[in-house]
């Protein structure tokens, strides 16, 4: 027994709380690692400065290496979490021991940007898209792209088309997208988070990497992330839906074309209806393993599935994401609630 400094009474075990009662709630804390999609980067960065305000016990760390990186480190069980804009195939799925939960974050577009000075409001209709990106169509000036551009003055100066050097579910979204409106891009190229691409073609890692090159070479031509467009200046084109409609992308484009996407009871879609508004779209996950050695970083990540799909989803506005119906998050929301352990 012990006596405090007024001279009552106290016993050891109170001591001891008091003494390490902070270093019992360090411990409390809980660190959840995750990587993947560069898409959703932007909004995941915000998502984790304003979680950590709501839930100070949580942190969580983000690495963006790409959608196909994401998808490895899940099936290798290195992380808590992955992110793919690209949705996991059945045999990925089998892979990961425990299983998988697909959880839809957002959806957002894909931009074709450029780099061609005093060259404004270009043009490119599903066969310049096509040529273009299988190299076959190689000048700026070139009668497929001047039929698309009648008044603007196009450069004679070669085109040099900037790709992903990484595993990359934005490229399976720019793919994807070609591939469906063109049969000659699928047979050369595909649609895949690794395409076959020209060797020709200049790469850069990430979104970033790729917005980085565009902007610093003259006459090049990519796609990225529409925040990163955005962000880094850079003039995105107009590209045919399927009205044949030219359209430049912007939030409500996007909207417009992911409004009847149907998801199935694993949350996996991989066609949009692209008919109307902006075409290049698509959706971004987070791969959620079903089965955690640690309690705690089980229930961590059940409150980070629910906050980002409640309370986060304010923000993809904001950062010019497409939100989640509510009726998907709260069934996203109970399957990782029900299916994570």
Do not use: C
């Amino acid at each position: 027994m012990l006596f405090n400094k007024f001279g009552r009474l106290t016993t050891l075990a109170a001591v001891t709380v008091s003494v390490f009662g902070t270093q019992l709630a360090a411990l409390a804390d809980v660190t959840l690692s995750g990587a993947g999609a560069t898409f959703p980067q932007p909004l995941y960065e915000r998502y984790i400065r304003e979680f950590r305000k709501a839930h100070p016990d949580i942190k969580i760390n983000y690495q963006s290496i790409g959608s196909g990186g994401g998808v490895k480190q899940t099936i290798a069980g290195t992380v808590d979490f992955g992110a793919s804009d690209a949705a996991m195939t059945d045999g990925e799925i089998a892979k990961v021991r425990g299983g998988v939960i697909m959880v839809p974050t957002a959806g957002g577009a894909v931009s074709v940007v450029y780099n061609l000075p005093g060259v404004k409001g270009l043009k490119l209709s599903n066969t310049a898209l096509s040529g273009i990106f299988t190299g076959k169509i190689t000048t700026w000036n070139d009668p497929q792209i001047a039929k698309d551009n009648k008044g603007l003055s196009l450069p004679s100066s070669a085109i040099k088309p900037v790709v992903r050097a990484d595993g990359s579910g934005t490229a399976f979204i720019f793919t994807n997208h070609v591939s469906a409106v063109s049969p000659e891009f699928k047979a050369a190229v595909g649609a895949s988070k690794e395409p076959k691409w020209s060797s020709s073609f200049l790469k850069g890692k990430g979104n970033p990497g790729v917005a980085g090159l565009v902007k610093q070479t003259p006459a090049s031509i990519g796609f990225v992330e529409y925040d990163f467009a955005l962000k880094n200046g850079l003039p995105s084109a107009a590209v045919q839906n399927g009205n044949k409609q030219y359209v430049t992308p912007s939030l409500r484009a996007a909207n417009q074309a992911l409004a009847d996407v149907q998801f199935p009871a694993n949350f996996r879609a991989f066609d949009v209806n692209s008919a109307q508004g902006y075409p290049i779209v698509g959706l971004t996950w987070l791969l959620i393993p079903k089965t955690h050695k640690d309690p705690a970083k089980a229930k961590a990540i059940k409150t980070m599935v629910k906050w980002m799909l409640t309370s986060g989803q304010q923000f993809n506005d904001d950062l010019n994401y497409t939100s989640i119906p509510s009726a998907v998050a709260q069934r996203a929301i109970a399957a990782v609630e029900t299916g994570v352990k």
